[in-house]
């Protein structure tokens, strides 16, 4: 299976920002329906927000809406999260995957909120 590559995580004080990335495969990249996912300790894997594959639709889970923003470039092969607002429940591992999850898990990256 091809994987991913996330990337942008770390640690920041509640109401701050980061930005992750997402570098997929080209091959599948500009034809999928690309997603963020989460996964906080002890929690299952959720989706976050997702985005069609010309960027147009997107959606978010309710905890994260207004806050975050999904957006991607397909020339790059990259989708992105912005994540404004933080809060400690925000603190998961974010990973990246296509909406039907055709892709090998990356590491993800780490996203931890303090207060």
């Known amino acids: 299976q091809v994987q991913v590559a996330e990337s942008g995580g770390g640690s920041v004080q509640a109401g701050g920002s980061l930005r992750l990335s997402c570098a997929a495969p080209g091959s599948i990249f500009s034809r999928a329906i690309m997603g963020w996912y989460r996964q906080a300790p002890g929690r299952q894997r959720e989706v976050v927000a997702r985005?069609?594959?010309?960027?147009?639709?997107?959606y978010y889970v309710d905890s994260v809406k207004g806050r975050f923003t999904i957006s991607r470039d397909n020339a790059k092969n990259t989708v992105y999260l912005q994540m404004n607002s933080l809060k400690q429940e925000d603190t998961a591992v974010y990973y990246c995957?296509?909406?039907?999850?055709?892709?090998?898990w990356g590491q993800g990256t780490q996203v931890t909120v303090s207060s």
């Open positions: 985005i069609s594959s010309g960027g147009i639709t997107n």
């Open positions: 995957n296509t909406l039907d999850r055709a892709l090998a």
